[in-house]
């Protein structure tokens, strides 16, 4: 288990390492906790590999103007556990809890899990049901992308070449919001065979916000947009659930079937909301 | 190309030069001489090569060595002090939490890591934060029972 040599760098600054990737077979080194196991099975092989481990202020998380700004080098283990993430932006901090074990946790990060884009990944269905903005940047541009436009396909994201993910910005949840993450764990690897993120907020009775992200069914995590439609115009939450991932691709393995991964969606994401709603108010 | 690294293992000061491809793990054992931390399935998943760095938990096999550069490591080498067992290593042995020992090096590290964050933890919590390691002889529970000896809660 030993990667194909290459070249390394660890520059200090960001304009150096922008400058780096913007030519040459280069690959950002974040956590490496998918990028190593990858070098080390050859699937990937760069000639060079720059680590962002070495540049201060990338990994920090600010409350500003109603939005968490979160660095894209934050270990998954310093979103769940961090005090700002927990009281702003709960869901994302229980879904952070949910990746991997505390050692993955300890090293991996919210930048580099969402440019590896796994279908299988935890954080990309709560940034869908966050309404998340990516700033991404390289050393000619910096634009935002939404959490919507980002997750493409299987581990393909809407980032350039010569492109990083610099922060991800979310709106602060409000705190009569309800919001649940459901969760079926590969029994092996621990991945999402299917998570359901979703947010509710409700007024006199009624649901007036809904947002339902879904990852590890499809190739990519998805907006459950008709089951949100419904929920806001007041059907019950079986029959919003019921309707999650219809017209949407499903994957299948030798561990589930996508008629059974639809089947989870649904099931999971009936779960979500039922935990979503008992935490309203 | 090969990189000079200068990094302090259980306090003590090495400085070598090594392949960026060189993994962590194979640097402790290899080069440092440090044989505590395992290689169990170097693929991510076993947590035997767990050691601490900056005081956090991480498995060795899935780190190069060049990433360690200026940090601090503690392996399972550095928990003895003056020939008295550290309190987890203690307990592991006081509740049969090992029979082959080959995970215990990682078990004993993520402890560390776990009974830090979190002194007084359940028998869930436990299980929780030792997801990261897997042990093919003890059926776990002796390892939870010296978990919970470890965090004063024997019995409890
Ligand atoms: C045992 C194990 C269990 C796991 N379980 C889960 C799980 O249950 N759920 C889950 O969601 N994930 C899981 N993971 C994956 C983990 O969350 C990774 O940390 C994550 O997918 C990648 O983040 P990283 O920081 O380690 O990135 P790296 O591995 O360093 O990089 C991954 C890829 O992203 C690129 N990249 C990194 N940072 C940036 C950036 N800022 N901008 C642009 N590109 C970048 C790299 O070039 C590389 O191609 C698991 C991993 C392991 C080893
Ligand atoms: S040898 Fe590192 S996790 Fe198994
Ligand atoms: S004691 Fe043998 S593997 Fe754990």
Redesign the interface.
């Known amino acids: 288990?030993?990667?194909?040599?290459?070249?390394?760098s660890?520059p200090q600054s960001l304009e150096e390492a922008l400058g780096l990737l913007a030519s040459g077979d280069r690959k950002i080194?974040a956590g490496?906790?998918s990028l190593?196991?990858m070098?080390?099975l050859r699937l990937a092989a760069p000639a060079e590999?720059v680590?962002l481990?070495r540049i201060a202020g990338l990994d920090g998380i600010t409350e500003a103007g109603g939005f968490v700004h979160i660095g894209a080098m934050a270990t998954h283990?310093t979103v769940e556990t961090s005090p700002a993430v927990r009281a702003s932006c709960p869901l994302l901090a229980e879904t952070a809890s949910h990746i991997?074990?505390?050692?993955?946790r300890?090293?991996g990060t919210l930048g580099g899990s969402i440019a590896h884009a796994d279908p299988a990944a935890d954080y990309p269905a709560a940034l869908l049901a966050l309404e998340a903005e990516i700033r991404v940047v390289s050393a000619h541009s910096d634009r935002t992308v939404n959490a919507a436009d980002f997750f493409l396909d299987a581990f393909t994201t809407a980032l350039e070449p010569g492109e990083i993910v610099l922060e991800v910005r979310l709106p602060v949840e409000q705190s009569s919001e309800g919001y649940g993450y459901e969760k079926v764990a590969h029994p092996a690897s621990?991945f999402a065979v299917v998570g359901v993120a979703v947010r509710i907020t409700r007024e006199h009775g009624r649901i007036i916000m809904a947002r339902i992200g879904v990852t590890g069914m499809g190739p990519h995590a998805f907006r459950a947009r008709a089951a949100e439609r419904l929920l806001e115009e007041g059907a019950a939450p079986e029959r919003a659930a019921a309707v999650v991932g219809e017209g949407e691709e499903a994957n299948s393995d030798l561990y589930a079937s996508a008629d059974y991964r639809r089947h989870l969606a649904r099931i999971h994401a009936r779960r979500a909301l039922a935990v979503a709603l008992s935490r309203a108010s | 190309?090969k990189?000079k690294i200068s990094l302090r293992i259980n306090g003590k000061p090495y400085t070598d030069e090594v392949?960026?491809?060189l993994?962590l793990i194979h640097y402790l054992r290899e080069v440092a001489g440090l044989t505590g931390p395992h290689i169990g399935c170097?693929?991510?998943i076993c947590?035997a090569c767990?050691v601490m760095?900056q005081g956090?938990?991480?498995?060795s096999?899935?780190?190069?060595a060049?990433?360690a550069?200026g940090r601090e490591i503690v392996t399972i080498e550095g928990l003895a002090a003056n020939g008295a067992l550290d309190p987890v290593q203690q307990a592991f042995w006081n509740e049969h939490g090992l029979q082959c020992g080959f995970c215990t090096p990682g078990m004993i590290m993520?402890t560390k890591?776990?009974l830090q964050d979190n002194p007084s933890p359940t028998d869930l919590e436990i299980r929780h934060?030792l997801?990261?390691?897997l042990c093919r002889c003890t059926g776990y529970q002796h390892i939870v029972n010296a978990v919970k000896a470890a965090a004063g809660k024997a019995g409890a």
């Not at chain 1, 991997?100 to 993955?104: I, R």
């Not at chain 2, 096999?61 to 190069?64: E, G, I, K, L, W």
């Open positions: 288990m030993i990667p194909q040599a290459f070249d390394y660890a080194l490496g906790m190593i196991p070098m080390k590999v680590d481990g283990h991997g074990d505390v050692q993955v300890n090293m621990g | 190309m990189r392949e960026p491809r993994l170097e693929t991510s947590g767990t760095l956090r938990a991480v498995k096999c899935t780190m190069f060049v990433q550069d993520a890591q776990l934060g997801e990261g390691n």
